[in-house]
């Protein structure tokens, strides 16, 4: 933060490090089940299809969610629909602690789908709304860092919590810290123009993103879903996304099984090694934000600057095939630390872009269809992942095809998305009729 930054008031980084905080939260939540892999085969007797099944299961509502909650965040705001989504997923993580049977596990991950299918949609509008657009990549990458941060602290704290007091007790902690997240987030998280504790110099710092969120009548059919997800620029964006998250969910739902059962690294210490590569991804998250954010407040070109971090990292993320012919734990941890340390460098960048990309008042339209994109792989990464070790027994396919996703994600970014500016607005006689 620089010093101008400071003299003008802090509140927008408080509302930022609150939206990472939740995300800490919520992604804690998610690898609670890749950490309960081993306790629920026993508990319940599942196979490696069906925890590739229940790791989807959370992905399967939160993807049906993200198109209507993109507009339905744009229609009732931030603040309403963040504080119904964190109540609901905190009694997820709570109906999972008691359920009886695997029906009851599989209910608890749906509802929990439903209770976070808000967040990433929400936090990109409320970042559009509190930040200019040049200090955006770095509000950005404070929660999306929390998303992988979340695993480097919360797999080792989870799998501990496991091994000594069992799964069911792990589901139950992770409850209470959603529910005084929801505490958290219902006394302090405002619009601008409704904070208190906003002072005049900032929100006159802020005022000219304003008009990016709220719609006019003019711009209400240009910001429509049917038109926006024909746009080029938004399905660059989103094939691009939804091939850097299918990677993410693929590392986040099996890496410790991978590390347990490929390398024969123990229960503990494969929960141990799996949060390096998230520590050096959280790193990478917060150092493409600053890095972005520097080189556009010094004048560099703002599209160049967010392209080439953007499409850079995802090159990266190919270092996943490196891992398929690793035969040591060290190998497998540096390859897989390439990958998602690139992969989490052009993170914060890809989610600052649908307010830079999005006409007036369709910024929680376009993230939302982002993130729909994102679920789809997230529900295909875990599934494809538990057939191809059910016919092959092995993870070279498993990173393969991760990798050619990657291959198509690049050129997306490259042909669809091009430069990062409005989308096209609609031809006046096409707005009439």
Excluded at 165 to 181: K, M, Q
Aim: charged letters at 10%; aromatic letters at 12%.
């Amino acid at each position: 933060m620089t010093t101008q930054s400071a003299a003008i008031g802090r509140r927008r980084w408080t509302i930022a490090c609150l939206l990472g905080f939740g995300v800490l939260v919520n992604y804690c939540d998610r690898v609670n089940l890749s950490v309960s892999h081993a306790a629920l085969y026993a508990t319940f007797g599942i196979s490696d299809v069906v925890f590739g099944y229940l790791s989807s299961a959370y992905n399967l509502t939160y993807a049906m969610c993200q198109l209507p909650v993109g507009v339905v965040l744009d229609r009732f705001g931030v603040r309403r629909v963040g504080r119904v989504s964190t109540f609901l997923w905190s009694m997820a993580s709570f109906a999972a602690a008691v359920t009886p049977n695997i029906g009851g596990f599989f209910g608890a991950r749906f509802l929990l789908g439903l209770g976070e299918a808000p967040t990433f949609p929400a936090n990109a509008k409320a970042i559009g709304l509190w930040f200019p657009a040049n200090e955006r990549g770095f509000a950005t990458s404070i929660f999306d860092a929390a998303a992988k941060l979340a695993s480097a602290i919360g797999v080792p704290i989870i799998g501990i919590l496991l091994i000594k007091v069992g799964w069911r007790w792990s589901f139950a902690a992770t409850g209470i810290v959603s529910l005084l997240y929801f505490g958290l987030f219902s006394k302090i998280y405002k619009d601008p123009d409704e904070d208190q504790k906003l002072t005049a110099a900032e929100a006159t710092y802020i005022s000219d993103v304003d008009t990016l969120h709220k719609p006019s009548i003019e711009s209400c059919e240009q910001s429509s879903l049917g038109y926006l997800i024909r746009q080029k620029k938004v399905l660059g964006l989103a094939i691009g996304f939804g091939a850097y998250n299918y990677s993410f969910y693929l590392l986040l739902t099996w890496l410790p099984s991978y590390l347990s059962s490929a390398l024969h690294i123990d229960l503990l210490h494969s929960f141990l090694y799996t949060s390096l590569p998230w520590l050096f991804a959280t790193v990478c998250d917060l150092i493409a934000g600053l890095t972005s954010d520097a080189l556009i407040q010094r004048g560099w070109n703002a599209s160049h600057v967010r392209r080439t971090i953007l499409i850079g990292g995802t090159a990266l993320g190919l270092g996943i095939l490196g891992a398929a012919n690793a035969h040591t734990p060290a190998r497998a941890l540096l390859w897989i630390s390439i990958s998602i340390g690139g992969l989490s460098a052009a993170s914060p960048i890809g989610w600052s872009i649908p307010s830079m990309i999005s006409p007036r008042g369709g910024v929680g339209t376009v993230g939302g269809i982002v993130n729909f994109s994102n679920q789809l792989s997230g529900i295909a990464a875990p599934i494809v992942t538990g057939y191809i070790l059910a016919a092959t027994g092995s993870y070279n396919w498993v990173f393969g095809v991760a990798a050619i996703y990657l291959a198509i994600g690049i050129a997306s970014y490259l042909f669809l998305l091009g430069k990062i500016e409005p989308v096209p607005a609609k031809p006046a006689a096409t707005l009439i009729a």
